[in-house]
Nanobody, 114 residues
Framework: QVQLMESGGGLVRPGGSLRLTCRGA????RSWRMRWYRQFPEKERE????????????NYDDSVKGRFTISRDDINSIVSLQMDGLKPEDTAIYYC???????WGRGTQVTVSS
């Protein structure tokens, strides 16, 4: 059962940008802490970014600080991950997560290649 839905992945050249979005499947994301993870082939999922329920506090993995920005739009019930300055090593499947309910999406592929 899919609880979250990601979109916005794709193929981009190094230095390019993508914006990922996450929506709840039939429920609002308002008031929930939200996270973005990514998974490289044959590796565990790793936390990329998180945002608190109020949208006032964010945390990032060191590898994406200064390049990625997590945000939330509670009016439209969307959590986004703006990814700028993409590098080939950012290539992975990106997942949206609601940690308090252990909800996940199916993931969206991001490929950075020239």
């Amino acid at each position: 059962q899919v609880q979250l839905m990601e979109s916005g992945g794709g193929l981009v050249r190094p230095g390019g940008s993508l914006r990922l979005t996450c929506r709840g499947a039939g429920f609002s994301l308002r008031s929930w802490r939200m996270r973005w993870y990514r998974q490289f082939p044959e590796k565990e999922r790793e936390l990329v970014a998180e945002i608190d329920s109020a949208g006032t506090a964010t945390n990032y993995d060191d590898s994406v600080k200064g390049r990625f920005t997590i945000s939330r739009d509670d009016i439209n019930s969307i959590v986004s991950l703006q990814m700028d300055g993409l590098k080939p090593e950012d290539t992975a499947i990106y997942y949206c997560n609601l940690p308090q309910r252990d909800y996940w999406g199916r993931g969206t592929q991001v490929t950075v290649s020239s």
